[in-house]
């Protein structure tokens, strides 16, 4: 059974620092590809950073340049640096993984089969 167990959000003040981790269980890590997305309330979950089996990357826009997606396949973990944090990066971020494994690098909620429980991320102005 595939787990996935995010950790290391909590409270940080604007242009501070996060990073956030997500430990997967439950099958070979390395051969599929990982996302974060995140869900502010009374948004709609959104697509924020991907790293394929192979450790190609792609972030949204409002994130580029401030965040790096990153994978441990020793460790079975995937890691999300977030610098330069604003009010508006506050929500819950969620690991996500597929269910087939040499995939794509998937934006969509839809092309995910996996899902941890979230951490809370809140930036303060």
């Known amino acids: 059974q595939v787990q996935l167990v995010e950790s290391g959000g909590g409270l940080v003040q604007a242009g501070g620092s996060l990073r956030l981790s997500c430990a997967a269980s439950g099958r070979t890590f390395s051969i599929y590809t990982m996302a974060w997305f995140r869900q502010a309330s009374g948004k709609e979950r959104e697509f924020v950073a991907v790293i394929s089996w192979n450790s190609g990357t792609y972030y949204a826009d409002s994130v580029k340049g401030r965040f790096t997606i990153s994978r441990d396949n020793a460790k079975n973990t995937v890691n999300l640096q977030m610098n330069s944090l604003k009010p508006e990066d506050t929500a819950v971020y969620y690991c996500?993984?597929?269910?087939?494994?040499?995939?794509?690098?998937?934006?969509?909620?839809?092309?995910?089969?996996?899902w941890g429980q979230g951490t809370q991320v809140t930036v303060s102005s």
């Open positions: 996500a993984a597929p269910d087939r494994p040499w995939g794509r690098q998937g934006r969509t909620k839809d092309e995910y089969t996996y």
